[in-house]
Structure formats: structure tokens, C-alpha cells
């Protein structure tokens, strides 16, 4: 089945330790992007990447990693200068810019907590 | 940047109902999608519509792009309806998506 995974699907966190978050997909999409959540809020942009090799901060970018070697992976590290890390985070990709086909489909998130 | 409000923020409604859920947006627009996300945190894709009507099922959606609304209609409501509905767009020259804050919707049987 074509998709994004991400794992884990939940992931706690001690003060001053680094962790990464997976996200894989086989859809063939160039671009990958990650959102965090808070409780009742929209999402936020972290990252996005549109080609391997290649990625842009987004809205909330301080304090999170990422890097993009392969097409299919786009892995979130979510660093110790992060101080509140606790939100559900969401990996999505899209095609590219055809006109057609942009809609933007998400993986099933990470439930990240502070211990 | 863009400016995108859903309304109402919460919707309570009886199952068989239709609804209708509002986006607005501050500027012109070259991408607007419509989410559900399910109780489980899952955000599904219902429709890529920048501009026009189209229709899927029970759901239905419609943008006036030169008046920076769209709308999203859902008739006879079923309790796997309930979750939050979420609208994002982009504007010209803006290579990102900006999300609303999502319109609760919750379906009692």
C-alpha cells in the first residue's frame, strides 16, 4: 500500500536529550514537509523540502533538525534547545507543482512528551 | 502573511443534519485543500480546490476565489463525520500552506 509511516507513534523525551522522529514514504512525492500540533490548535509549519538534498525552515523551526538523503525519508530530530517539545507532530508530502496535483497527504503523527 | 479563519470554531449536531463550514482567506490563493482529522489524529484529504465546486459523496465543497471564501457542506451526518475540519492555503509567490484553526464538529446519534 502507498503511504507515509511514522514511527514511533508515541515517544517520551528526558531534559537535555536529542530525539528523531521517522518519517517514510512511497508515494514518489518530491516534497515532505513537517507540522507540529498543539491541544485544539491549527498546525504549524517546522521544515518542508521539495527536493533531496534541500530544505527550508518554516514557521517554528528553532530548536528541530531534519535532513533529506534519500527522496523517500525525511527524518525530525527535536534538539535539546527545543524547551517545549511536548506536541503531536505530523509528516506530509505532496507532488510536484503540477496544477493537479498538490493535495498534501499526511502520515499518522508521533505523540512526542517531556518526562 | 495570509490570514485563514474557519467558522464556527464548534458545531454540535444531531446525526442526519447537514452542515456547512466556513473558510475565510485574506489574500488571493493559488492552492486551498479541505482536512478531516478523525479522534485518532489522522488528517485525511477531502478535496484540492482552489476554485469552483466539487463533490464527493455526502461532501461538497465550493471556493469563490475572487471573494476569498470557501465553503465546506456535509449532508446527512454520520458519527464517523465527527473530528475537526481543517482549511489551508497558499498565496501567490509563497511556496507554503497556512492552516486554520479548525472547526470542531461533533456528531451525536
Known amino acids: 500500500d502507498g503511504g507515509i509511516t511514522q514511527s514511533p507513534k508515541y515517544l517520551f523525551r528526558k531534559e537535555g536529550q536529542n530525539v528523531t522522529l521517522s518519517c517514510e514514504q512511497n508515494?514518489?512525492?518530491?516534497?515532505m514537509y513537517w507540522y507540529r500540533q498543539d491541544p485544539g490548535q491549527g498546525l504549524r509549519l517546522i521544515y518542508y523540502s521539495q527536493i533531496v538534498n534541500d530544505f527550508q525552515k518554516g514557521d517554528i523551526a528553532e530548536g528541530y533538525s531534519v535532513s533529506r538523503e534519500k527522496k523517500e525519508s525525511f527524518p525530525l530530530t527535536v534538539t535539546s534547545a527545543q524547551k517545549n517539545p511536548t506536541a503531536f507532530y505530523l509528516c506530509a508530502s505532496s507532488a510536484p507543482r503540477t496544477g493537479v496535483n498538490e493535495k498534501l497527504f499526511f502520515g499518522s503523527g508521533t505523540q512526542l512528551s517531556v518526562l | 502573511g495570509i490570514q485563514v479563519e474557519q467558522s464556527p470554531p464548534d458545531l454540535i449536531l444531531q446525526e442526519g443534519a447537514n452542515s456547512t463550514l466556513r473558510c475565510n482567506f485574506s489574500?488571493?490563493?493559488?492552492?486551498l485543500q479541505w482536512f478531516h482529522q478523525n479522534p485518532w489524529g489522522q488528517l485525511i484529504n477531502l478535496f484540492y480546490i482552489p476554485s469552483g465546486t466539487k463533490q464527493n459523496g455526502r461532501l461538497s465543497a465550493t471556493t469563490v476565489a475572487t471573494e476569498r471564501y470557501s465553503l465546506l457542506y456535509i449532508s446527512s451526518s454520520q458519527t464517523t463525520d465527527s473530528g475537526v475540519y481543517f482549511c489551508a492555503v497558499r498565496n501567490f509567490g509563497n511556496e507554503k500552506l497556512t492552516f486554520g484553526t479548525g472547526t470542531r464538529l461533533t456528531i451525536i446519534p
Open positions: 489574500d488571493s490563493v493559488n492552492n
Open positions: 508515494l514518489n512525492h518530491d516534497a
